[in-house]
């Protein structure tokens, strides 16, 4: 009985040796994956804020024409891949113009003029796709917040987006237990396309028309919020019941100088009158129950955008009763063309970020 029981113990302690083996290599590891990550960051951050100063003091010197980003886009895709588009070298210049005060962090071997600025630096524990959220908002004292908000409480660029999309970085100066994320992991930064095309990793993701439609909603919404007058985001994938069929609204937001909701739907491929008679229907419900709750709301306004491989189309939609206030909807909301340019250069950057797209 004796010679069991030490069996037994030395199986238990030889179990505990080999947890306490995996746990430090574990440590290890993930340790090391998020120096590497930080690394990264750093690169990165560093090689776009150089690159947007050399953009942007050649623009300073009236030394660049207006078409020069498509020109050093088309030397610089053969090479380092299709994610370096003018879309892309126009976003790192407005990266550098915001914060040419702001040096990055250098290799450490290296002794230049910006290690001796004495400013503080981008922090590389932020990614490239953090620090182009923040560009999303207008005030800078928001902006700062955000920042702040992202370091401490460790928001993914998901949970970051979500912040800004509910206006919620402001409401977070009193720091709660609502703000809490769960860190991002160094897989999940991996993973990222701006990333993968950095370090020159070839993306192998096939898009799907699914994929581009969702990346396209949200940059409409993005976009809608931001050049939109006073334009504020109801509901996302809004359920209106119509005699007893259910009907899915991609976007519906709320416009108070106009007291009117605007209903957008992307559709892919050409949308038919089939999708015009569809969003009347969902107008004339939305009209009917505003009525309801307020006897001055204005008729509602529906926006439809065709997506295709070979670019797209979109249109405003008004209902009979909004005719005589169409100028005026027109006056609060993007026009056809912005919106029409700002979705094409979307849809391509997401292409080029996966170029086997699936039909």
């Known amino acids: 009985m004796e010679a069991f029981f030490q069996r037994g113990g030395k199986r238990m302690a030889y179990r505990k040796l080999i947890r306490e083996i995996v746990s430090r290599l574990q440590d290890l590891l993930l340790e090391s994956r998020r120096t590497a990550m930080t690394a990264v960051n750093a690169e990165m951050l560093r090689a776009y804020w150089e690159m947007g100063k050399v953009l942007v003091e050649a623009e300073d010197q009236g030394a660049l024409p207006g078409d020069v980003?498509?020109?050093?886009?088309?030397?610089?895709?053969?090479?380092?891949?299709?994610?370096?588009?003018?879309?892309?070298?126009?976003?790192?210049?407005?990266f550098y113009r915001e914060y040419a005060h702001r040096p990055p962090l250098i290799r450490f071997h290296e002794r230049n003029e910006l290690a001796e600025t004495g400013l503080p630096p981008l922090n590389p524990r932020l990614s490239w796709t953090h620090y182009r959220l923040f560009l999303t908002l207008e005030d800078e004292g928001e902006r700062k917040a955000a920042e702040r908000m992202t370091l401490e409480e460790r928001w993914s660029v998901e949970e970051l987006e979500r912040r800004i999309r509910e206006g919620a970085s402001a409401e977070c100066e009193e720091k709660d237990d609502s703000c809490q994320d769960e860190p991002s992991h160094p897989e999940d930064f991996a993973s990222d396309p701006h990333v993968r095309a950095f370090i020159g990793v070839p993306q192998k993701q096939r898009l799907t028309e699914t994929v581009l439609e969702r990346a396209l909603i949200d940059h409409l919404q993005k976009?809608?919020?931001?050049?939109?007058?006073?334009?504020?985001?109801?509901?996302?994938?809004?359920?209106?019941?119509?005699?007893?069929?259910?009907?899915?609204?991609?976007?519906?937001?709320?416009?108070?100088?106009?007291?009117?909701?605007?209903?957008?739907?992307?559709?892919?491929?050409?949308?038919?009158?089939?999708?015009?008679?569809?969003?009347?229907?969902?107008?004339?419900?939305?009209?009917?129950?505003?009525?309801?709750?307020?006897?001055?709301?204005?008729?509602?306004?529906?926006?439809?955008?065709?997506?295709?491989?070979?670019?797209?189309?979109?249109?405003?939609?008004?209902?009979?009763?909004?005719?005589?206030?169409?100028?005026?909807?027109?006056?609060?909301?993007?026009?056809?063309?912005?919106?029409?340019?700002?979705?094409e250069g979307e849809r391509e950057e997401v292409i080029n970020r996966y170029p086997f797209l699936e039909e």
Do not use: W
């Open 69 to 94: 980003l498509e020109k050093i886009s088309g030397e610089l895709v053969p090479e380092f891949g299709k994610a370096f588009t003018a879309r892309k070298l126009s976003a790192i210049k407005e």
């Open 223 to 343: 976009f809608l919020l931001e050049k939109g007058r006073d334009l504020y985001l109801v509901d996302r994938q809004r359920k209106t019941t119509i005699d007893g069929e259910d009907i899915y609204t991609d976007l519906l937001f709320y416009s108070r100088p106009l007291h009117a909701f605007l209903a957008a739907e992307l559709v892919c491929g050409e949308f038919s009158e089939e999708d015009e008679r569809r969003m009347e229907r969902v107008l004339r419900k939305i009209m009917e129950d505003g009525k309801v709750v307020d006897e001055t709301e204005n008729p509602p306004a529906g926006l439809l955008l065709s997506v295709r491989r070979e670019g797209g189309r979109m249109e405003y939609l008004f209902l009979p009763e909004a005719e005589a206030l169409k100028d005026r909807y027109r006056f609060f909301l993007p026009a056809e063309d912005d919106l029409a340019a700002e979705l």
